[in-house]
């Protein structure tokens, strides 16, 4: 029994080394990145983000989840969370959504692994676009914390979409660009009246019920023109209380495929890079990944 209580305890401790190196170098590797925006062609000045920013929703939608941020913390909701499996907000009509999903915020391991996941999103971006500025919409924002990564690859022309109002309400990557942001329903139909050069959204479709996909995947096809890409995952992890629709790869492009969507000529390398520079949450084992644009009519 001891001998097994060391291996564990050294086990621990040798992950929790792993993290910490992990964290120094993708902070080391930010840091970089903001010494060095010129080498991505942006300048230091704002891109002007105001034809971005004043668009808004022309459909009807009834909002996020209906809780209040002043009583639902980020600590009493971490807090509240005994099994990770059954993590459900218990409210009806959003049982697919868990309330902590969007407070990476709180932990600087899992936010600065969202560096990896920007700096793929600008290659792949700077390939197809062929510059190095471009327009992303983000389905599934959360509190912001792509967002605050993806602004040194040249996405200040960006729109974060959730339905979680904790999350936008308690992040320090939302504080300051609030504009930027919008609190709606994503489980219906969205229409900004704008056409983005990237939509994306990453661990967001297993948590959509299948009578309410159409929705979801018209708001994707309603932003991407014909030079757009849309990048994004779908979570083949069964057994969570949160992931209502887990299907395969095969069921994703036949619905993808009825708006009008298909993989991307470049899908392999674009799919591959998106799955080699993942986020802490998700990894291609356990992930359908997506790279697609829309079907020359």
Known sequence: MMINELRQSWHLRRLAAQKRMQLYGWKLQYSLARMRLSEFGLSR???NPDSVTMVQNCLPNTGGLPVDPMLDTPQSILSSVINPACRSANVA???GLALDDGLVFTDEYKHFSYFRLAKAIGWIARDQLRRSRGSLLELGCGGGDLFRFLRLF?????????GNPVALRYSPHVQGYERHFRLLNLQQEIDFRMLFDVVCSFEVLEHIPEAQLDHFIKTIRNHLGSH???????????GLDV???????????EQFRRFGLAPHPKHRVYEQLLATHHPFNWDASNTNVFALSVVNE
């Open 45 to 47: 000045q704002n891109d």
């Open 93 to 95: 009509g959003f049982e």
């Open 154 to 162: 040249g996405f200040n022309q960006y729109i974060g979409v959730d």
């Open 228 to 238: 757009s890409l849309f990048l994004g995952t779908a979570s083949l992890q069964s």
């Open 243 to 253: 992931h209502v629709t887990v299907r395969p790869r095969s069921f994703w492009l």
